[in-house]
């Protein structure tokens, strides 16, 4: 099994930034993609960012600009560095991964979530 540990969320004030984290522990042998997803109430939820291995960053329009996706592969490790933060990001944010265990079988994970809001 692998689980995903995010942290690093809070209440900002509009234009502030955060720096969320994404941890990956257990049965990890490789991780192929990372990304970040939010939802806020009463929405579905939307990727935000993404990273495959050796791949570009990919990230929703709304994101782009002021978000920076990024991973430190030695320790499986994701962040999402949000800069300029608006009150229409307030959500829960999610991490998710999918790679290989050490078993050799493929696994696709999520964190159980970390909640930004931002105030005007």
């Known amino acids: 099994q692998v689980q995903l540990t995010e942290s690093g969320g809070g209440l900002v004030q509009a234009g502030g930034s955060l720096r969320l984290t994404c941890a990956a522990s257990g049965s990890v042998f490789s991780i192929n993609d990372m990304a970040w997803y939010r939802q806020a109430p009463g929405k579905q939820r939307e990727l935000v960012a993404a990273?495959?291995?050796?791949?570009?960053?990919e990230y929703a329009d709304s994101v782009k600009g002021r978000f920076t996706i990024s991973r430190d592969n030695s320790k499986n490790t994701a962040y999402l560095q949000m800069n300029s933060l608006k009150p229409e990001d307030t959500a829960v944010y999610y991490c998710s991964a999918a790679g290989s265990t050490t078993g050799w079988r493929p696994f696709d994970s999520w964190g159980q979530g970390t909640q930004v809001t931002v105030s005007s």
């Open positions: 990273k495959r291995t050796g791949g570009s960053a």
